[in-house]
């Protein structure tokens, strides 16, 4: 795609270039591991370094690649790498080449080595028993969590039909492949800033601070629009009721024409290696005008920055200078 409007600022050096919907993995040993959508959308790759800055310049091995016809044949979006009990797991979504938007959230296992051994299809992700609503649709950005024992899933799924919307929705965990609840809802989009072609709120992200559990997601179309809202709920509380979850009013994080950062969006948070600092790893555009649709520009780089709390202990998202 072509560049209409390019400018260089201390606010838009990408951490890591043409790399959208990235995730950061900080393990035990203190080293980070990433992944992200690439602009073919056909491949997962994984990168691991000692250090965060070191993921930069990592070398990239492809993990898995697309089938060639059939569900995961295209449109592979958004992977996600999780420890859990002792093996890794990428979850992320794909499309079928015969249907491009029959979309749908898949996993992969790896027991050793992410980026020596060998990793398993598990197939889709399955709903529990009973459930006729969970990825019946277009479903994907799904994202796991641990709280209190139990595992928990947040994902985007459309309802509808013409003017189809795209809401979060939560459940608990039975293995790392099968719900054990049926969905409930979290989020659908209420406000004008969730609004663009496409009413959309999806890319959900925890991030834990002081009691409260904070979820981030992304809103609107992909082009300049694209933004970050954010639910809370008490630490205490059901995280299946949704009367435990806020969403505020207003996004936590949009364009910024003067630093030149355009439809930041799609984040995950990690631990800086001070292990206190949470970082917001995100992916933004360096330019606001595109040719085509947005979605398959290529684009879309990574990003990151400190979160800071203020007094009311809520995360607040600033633009600020790239360090990494």
Known sequence: ???????????????????????????GDGSYYFTASVPEYDRIAL????TLAGLRAAEEKTVWVRHESGPQSIH???????EIDGAWYI?????????????????????GDPMKDPWEELGPMRPADGDPFSFRAFSLDATVF?????????????????????????ARMASPNKLDTVQVLLSTPDYDWERGDFWVNEGPALLRHD?????????????ELYCMGMLWADEAADLLAPASWTKLRH???RSDDGKEVHGPGHNSFVKAEDGV?????????????MEGNPLYDPNRHVYIMPVIFGPDGFPEFRHVPQEW
């Open 1 to 27: 795609m072509k560049k209409t409007s390019v400018r260089e600022t201390v606010y838009n050096r990408p951490f890591i270039w043409q790399r959208a919907d990235p995730y950061i993995t900080r393990c």
């Open 47 to 50: 990168r691991h370094a000692r």
């Open 76 to 82: 592979i979006w958004a992977p996600e790498l999780h």
């Open 91 to 111: 979850y992320y979504a794909g499309g079928d080449k015969d249907d491009v938007w029959e979309i749908r959230p898949y996993v992969l296992r790896c027991i």
């Open 146 to 170: 641990r709280h209190k024992e139990a595992w928990y899933m947040v994902w985007a799924e459309k309802v509808g039909v013409g003017k189809q919307i795209s809401n979060l929705y939560i």
């Open 211 to 223: 009691g409260k559990l904070f979820l981030t997601f992304s809103a609107n179309t992909t082009g």
């Open 251 to 253: 996004p936590v994080f």
């Open 277 to 289: 600092t949470d970082l917001c790893v995100y992916h933004a555009r360096q330019y606001d005008k």
